[in-house]
Every structure is written in structure tokens, then in C-alpha cells.
């Protein structure tokens, strides 16, 4: 039981917030995706940022939105 709390406590470490994106997946005249709000380079880096970061993003997604 204690093995099986412990692997499922470290899961939960591992989780990453999943992208933003709404498979509607076209820039506006500013650069920004008319579907998830993100900009160009926001979704390029996506896979290279930490959770922090990508919490930052998407607040500033939605604020755009």
C-alpha cells in the first residue's frame, strides 16, 4: 500500500499542464492564435517550459482572449 501512495505521489510530480490549444490553430495580424490566445513563440517554447511558465501563459492567453 505504502509503494503504491509513494508511485502515485511521484506522479503527480511528473505531470505537466497540457497545452492550451483548441485545434483551431491560425495567427491573427499580431501573431497571436485566434483559438487558445497564445502567441507564436508562447506555443513554439511550450514543450520547453516548466509548469510556472506555462501558468504565466496562459493567463496572459486569457487576458488576451
Known amino acids: 500500500s505504502t509503494r503504491k501512495e509513494s ?3 511521484s ?3 511528473k505531470r ?3 497545452s492550451p ?3 483551431i490553430c491560425s495567427l491573427d495580424h499580431e501573431d497571436v ?3 487558445c490566445h497564445r502567441t507564436a513563440s508562447e506555443i513554439r517554447d511550450w514543450l520547453l517550459m516548466d509548469d510556472d ?3 504565466e501563459v ?3 492567453a ?3 482572449g
Do not use: M, P, W
Open 7 to 9: 508511485s502515485a505521489a
Open 11 to 13: 506522479d503527480v510530480y
Open 16 to 18: 505537466q499542464i497540457s
Open 21 to 23: 490549444c483548441v485545434s
Open 33 to 35: 492564435c485566434i483559438g
Open 53 to 55: 511558465e506555462r501558468l
Open 58 to 60: 496562459i493567463t496572459k
Open 62 to 64: 486569457a487576458e488576451r
